[in-house]
């Protein structure tokens, strides 16, 4: 079955610092992954996926993650933190029967 | 455009009560799936229905039940309310069967309808 785990349901970074939010993954087959971010009062919002193909994917306002096959991990990476990054932060995959599974989420706090 | 469109925003119940949740999808968006995300977990899914038809259902009790109608709007019923049954609840459109997990294909959510169970 697949499932997704994110490391560290909250994480703090001072505005400009590189954000780095942790997701590893399991799954039987070849895996579709996401990002989607969450901010207050708000619905979701798709950041990136992969597929296949390009393991290095660039999403919306900067963010990329990395397919790391061999670490089975989906990383999540922006080179600069701005304020307005402050939100919930949710990997997903997609299960054996087509549905979108979520990770627990990751709350991103931005300090000045 | 309108993007997903949900209501009420806000919904005060208490147990043993029913509620109806209601959602626009983006038009011409075929597919609607619901999800149920309790505070501090991700969104788990409940529905998926395509063509007024159901795709898929998630592993939640039969007091859960949905239907789409020919404009592609969507209702989500809840029986007898529980106090676990507290939660936001969202709702998606996608414009194939697939609901938003094909290549190239994008799910939009709505901001949600939350739901307190007394």
């Known amino acids: 079955a697949q499932s997704v785990t994110q490391l560290g349901s909250h994480v703090s970074v001072s505005e400009g610092a590189l954000v780095l939010l942790r997701c590893n993954y399991s799954?039987?087959?070849?895996?579709?992954l996401f990002w989607y971010v969450q901010y207050p009062n708000q619905g979701l919002q798709l950041l990136l996926k992969?597929?296949?193909?390009?393991?290095l994917v660039k999403g919306i306002n900067g963010f990329e993650a990395e397919f790391k096959k061999s670490e089975t991990s989906f990383h999540l990476t922006k080179p600069s933190a701005h304020m307005s990054d402050a939100a919930e932060y949710f990997c997903?995959?997609?299960?054996?029967?087509?549905?979108?599974?979520f990770g627990s989420g990751t709350r991103l706090s931005i300090r000045p | 455009d309108a993007g997903v469109t949900q209501s009420p925003t806000h919904l005060i119940k208490t147990r043993g009560q029913h509620v109806t949740l209601r959602c626009s999808p983006i038009?011409?968006?075929?597919?609607v799936s619901w999800y149920q995300q309790v505070l501090g977990q991700g969104p788990q899914f409940i529905f998926q229905?395509?063509?007024?038809?159901?795709?898929g259902r998630g592993n939640f009790p039969d007091r859960f039940s949905a239907r789409q109608f020919p404009n592609y709007s969507s209702e989500l019923n809840v029986n007898a309310l529980l106090l676990g049954d507290s939660a936001l609840y969202l709702c998606?459109?996608?414009?194939?069967?697939?609901?938003?997990?094909?290549?190239?294909?994008?799910?939009?959510f709505g901001s949600g309808t939350q739901l307190s169970v007394l």
């Open positions: 998606a459109s996608s414009l194939l069967r697939t609901g938003g997990q094909g290549v190239g294909e994008k799910l939009f």
């Open positions: 799954s039987s087959v070849p895996p579709y």
């Open positions: 992969y597929t296949t193909g390009a393991t």
């Open positions: 997903a995959v997609i299960s054996s029967a087509s549905k979108i599974i």
């Open positions: 038009s011409g968006h075929k597919s």
């Open positions: 229905y395509y063509e007024k038809e159901e795709r």
